[in-house]
């Protein structure tokens, strides 16, 4: 298993700005070897969703599509939360979320079948198993997330999970049962619950930290027994090389 600092290479993110009917300056156009050409997507018939006023909050959704353009207005009104069981088991293939919103309920969109997701940036607040049972193998996390939360992400199929500078906790079982084989921190979490990874594939034998702040890191490992737990699955020991 490797732990390293930054991005990820060769893969793009659009910008969530540029979901919605926006064009992609000639600048934008090419990144990481990737082509981008013009960005038209239509957002899902409001009709379709339960909103809550005073809250601006979707408490649910009855439509028939599985591909799913969440939009940043309803009714005239900013959408800016994403109510508890939401989007619960209906069947959705894929979603894209609004740059309006700030929080994400519990179980929001649990058992479902979505296979990547990107979190706004504007996300302070996620709340206990919102993307549990997906397929995810894909995950942007946004930089205003504080914490990680209970079983968030757990039973989908990510592989690499990229911690974002400004996350400060991991809450238990946030990522278990994935079959996770790299670990990118781009700051230092204050706080690893125990059982944060919970990782499920039992070949992992090293935990490599690369960047300028592994040597924070390293100390939290060797020295903070919840850190060390984190990754108690990781039979082999730690190592840390330190790559500026």
Known sequence: MMITRGGLPGVFFLEHALCYNKRISPTNKKQSGVNLVMISINTTDESHFRFDEARREII?????????????HIDGMEVTSIGPDAFWNKGLTSVILPPTLAVIGFYAFAFNKLKNVSIPENVALIEDGAFMYNELEELRLGKNLFAIPH????????????VPENTQE???????????????FEGVPTFIHRNG??????????VT?????????????????????????????YSFPVRG
Not at 60 to 72: C, H, L, Q, S
Not at 173 to 181: H, Q, R
Not at 211 to 234: K, Q
């Open 60 to 72: 649910d959704y009855d439509g028939a599509e599985k591909n799913v353009v969440i939009p940043t």
């Open 170 to 184: 991991i809450l238990s079982d946030a990522f278990g049962a994935n079959p996770v084989t790299e670990i990118v």
């Open 197 to 206: 990874f919970n990782l499920s594939t039992e070949d992992m034998t090293h």
């Open 209 to 237: 930290v690369t960047g300028p702040e592994a040597d924070g890191l390293r100390a939290l490992l060797e020295h903070h027994a919840n850190y060390v737990d984190a990754f108690r699955s990781l039979s082999a020991g």
């Open 151 to 162: 079983v968030a992400f757990r039973h989908n199929k990510l592989s690499r999970i990229v």
